[in-house]
């Protein structure tokens, strides 16, 4: 028990780390804490993973303060060795950062580790990763910014690509197969049978093709080294064994026919054929035809009496060139190249020219088959070559929103050098392959051109001093650049349902293109997370000016529009599409029944007189009925000088007329002016209601009908209205009045009889009353 009082391993392990510990600086630690509160109240705080040290540069001279994330316990292995990564959901990523820089950035200085330390429990507001699914975007705060758009796999991988991009002509008039080499699915039934079709018919006009350029005077394969040469490629004895073999024209007169019977499909000629139709040719004669072409073609035996068949074989070919865009870059030999559907830097990929090969690829690897995770894609045979070398092209852009749409485009690029001489006889990766993660690890060859550089990479200027040295430099401002950002463009526009549009989320893509001869851009695939590895130096050089142009363009522009964006300019900005306001699913349609006019319902008219001028009077004012004279020689001679001692005053409807009880009720009063003319005869207008009125012996009865029923739209009315006051100096409750004309509509008709009729009946009957009641 002695001896275990004096052993003290744990106090010794503390005093041992507690001696390791960084001494600290007072001033030190007081501008450290001065600058993370300053970082936390404007919402500055970032986190990076990965070797990304520009990035980290960048963010701390913008005052921003790192929050290092947890570094995961078990070493995470170098990428292009994971094999599983074709099963990862759209994750593309070129990048290979990861290795000898990785361990750098905890390398950093006294006074960021101690910020660091201190912002160890605050939210990061600005993530920056190698994976986008090393950050779950969907629990970010709306103020948090990520690198990434989760869902973005729709067109970061071959398949994704594949797809989407055969939607284009919903979203654009364009064809994909301008700019997009012709790509299938092998796992797809479908689509694998629609590989078999264009593989048979391309090594039709690829057959027809060979007898062109090696019967019709053309040397282009023999200039490009597409024409088989036995004794270049070391196969002589096999040469020998056929020496004393030709093939038929009857491979020419099958290719013929077969091209002619897609152009007649083309035009839908070929709408009528059901299963039961024969095919042009059975499964044993494609059989023979690819055997016999594969000879021609990889073999270099010869067509007996082919030189009659040249004049059709251009015929055709023209015709083929007007409807397949991409005849000029398939080539003779049928390349095609096997790609898995989410890995990049060309792991995986196979190139083959015999469709046996790939069909047995396919149905021997079950997992191809069930995940549809492979693609078959056809091969640029003609590319634009540089001193007999292929290259293709890393394009960098970037979105900054997808709702609406935002493309920026990086003005500079870089070509990728293969290292040994193009040639399409042989399949090897070497030669076909140009990404930097392949060719590292080859040699370049002692027969490559001394003036293509032992990085295997030109920028993009000295591509342009090649081009300008052959008198094309106007084709890069007027061909390449406009191409690419088509086909970037268009590729986005196909994707955009698929991504999830996150505000306030980023992200920097790389795109691979080949040039055809014509300097028309072919797209070949779109990379999430490239590379920024200062690989040779060029990429030393461009690599970090676009992280740094990126971080202009996703936060320097957030405070300030006008604020240099570097070498990125906006190539795509989209019109932004309000949402309509959502109404629900229930749908309600509003409206009246029309119904014919019907004969007006006459009713008495209530009225009301306006106040006396006089206050000192001590009646009410009434409204009474009194009679309407048709003409003025019916007028009394009382009724007359009535009129001439009474002051005018407007007589109020007090209740709009309707023509219909059954219709809606007017929404305003009508209002008689003071001033108006005299009235037709109401008995003239309705003979048959009014019968028992005087009327003129010489005035024909009028029939009812619809043609002289009174309209609105007919010409107007005018009634007499009495202005009715009460006479101060008489006793007998008689009423002056004066006569006024008012031009009104037709419903004031029912007015216009009940007057008519109180003038016989009420004449003489008025008495002192408060004026009548109205019906």
Sequence with gaps: MHQHMQVQPLEGRARCNYVNLPMLNGDRLK???????????????????????????????????????????????????????????GD??????????????????????????????????????TRRDSIDCRSLRKDQMTNHYAKAGSFTTKVGLCIHLRNLQWFDEADPDTFFPRCYRLGAEDDKHAFIEDFRRTACTSLLLYVLEKYGGDSEGKRTGEMYDAKSHGLSKLRKQHANQTVGTSIIDNALDIC?????????????????????????????????????????????????????????????????????????????????????????????????????LVNTDHGIMKDSKWVVQKYLERPLLVHNTKFDVRQWFLVTDWNPLTVWFYRECYLRFS??????????????????????????????????????????????????????????????????????????????????????????????????????????????????????????????????????????????????????????????????????????????????????????????????????SSYKSSLISSHCISGKENQSEEVKKACATLSSHKVMLEKSLGFQPKLRKRPHRLV?????????????????????????????????????????????????????QPRQQLTSGRYKHETHTVNISYPVLRMQKYLSLNHRLTMDTFTDREGPKSS
């Design 672 to 724: 008689l002016p003071s001033t108006c003319c005299v009235l037709p005869n109401p008995a003239e207008l309705h003979p048959q209601k009014l019968s028992h009125t005087h009327t003129q012996p010489n005035h024909p009865t009028s029939h009812r009908t619809r043609s002289n029923l009174p309209s609105l739209y007919r010409p107007t009315l005018s009634l007499d209205v009495i202005n009715l």
């Design 260 to 360: 002619q019977e897609y152009l007649k499909s083309l035009e839908h000629c070929d709408i009528d054929n059901t299963l039961e139709t024969i095919p042009t040719l059975s499964e044993q004669q494609w059989k023979v035809f690819l055997r016999n072409y594969y000879l021609v073609i990889h073999e270099g035996l010869m067509i007996e009496g082919c030189e009659a068949y040249v004049e059709r074989c251009k015929c055709m070919l023209e015709q083929m060139s007007c409807v397949c865009p991409q005849m000029e870059t398939d080539g003779l030999c049928n390349i095609w190249i096997i790609k898995p559907g989410a890995k990049s830097r060309g792991r995986g990929i196979m190139c083959m020219n015999r469709l046996d090969e790939i069909l047995s």
């Design 419 to 616: 290292t040994q001489p193009y040639s399409t006889h042989t399949l090897d990766s070497s030669v076909h392959l140009c990404n930097n993660s392949i060719q590292k690890h080859f040699q370049p060859s002692p027969d490559r051109n001394p003036c293509l550089p032992a990085e295997c990479m030109w920028s993009c200027s000295q591509f342009r001093s090649w081009l300008a040295a052959s008198g094309q430099d106007i084709l890069w401002e007027g061909v390449v650049v406009p191409g690419m950002q088509k086909a970037i463009i268009q590729t986005l526009l196909t994707a955009q349902d698929s991504v999830e549009p996150r505000k306030n989320s980023f992200e920097l893509y790389g795109a691979d293109f080949m040039l055809g001869r014509d300097l028309r851009p072919w797209l070949l695939e779109i990379n999430a997370s490239p590379t920024m590895a200062p690989s040779t130096g060029v990429t030393a050089r461009l690599c970090p000016a676009v992280q740094e142009d990126t971080l202009r363009v996703v936060l320097d522009r957030r405070c300030d529009r006008n604020a240099h964006t570097g070498g990125f300019q906006l190539i795509y900005k989209q019109a932004a599409v309000e949402v309509p306001q959502y109404v629900g699913v229930n749908l309600l349609v509003e409206g009246t029944s029309i119904r014919r006019p019907r004969a007006p319902v006459y009713k008495p008219l209530t009225q009301s007189l306006p106040d006396p001028p006089s206050k000192s």
């Design 31 to 89: 501008t450290a804490k001065t600058l993370v509160d300053k970082a936390i109240k404007e919402k500055k705080v970032f986190s990076v993973l990965g070797p990304y040290p520009i990035i980290r540069a960048g963010l701390r001279a913008r005052g921003w303060v790192e929050r290092r994330l947890p570094r995961p316990s078990v070493p995470q292995p170098r990428r292009h060795d994971l094999e599983t990564e074709a099963t990862d959901e």
């Design 92 to 129: 593309s990523s070129d990048d290979d950062d990861f290795g000898e820089e990785g361990e750098r950035y905890d390398e950093a200085d006294d006074l960021y580790d101690i910020m660091t330390r201190l912002v160890r429990n605050e939210t990061p507001y600005f993530y920056w990763t």
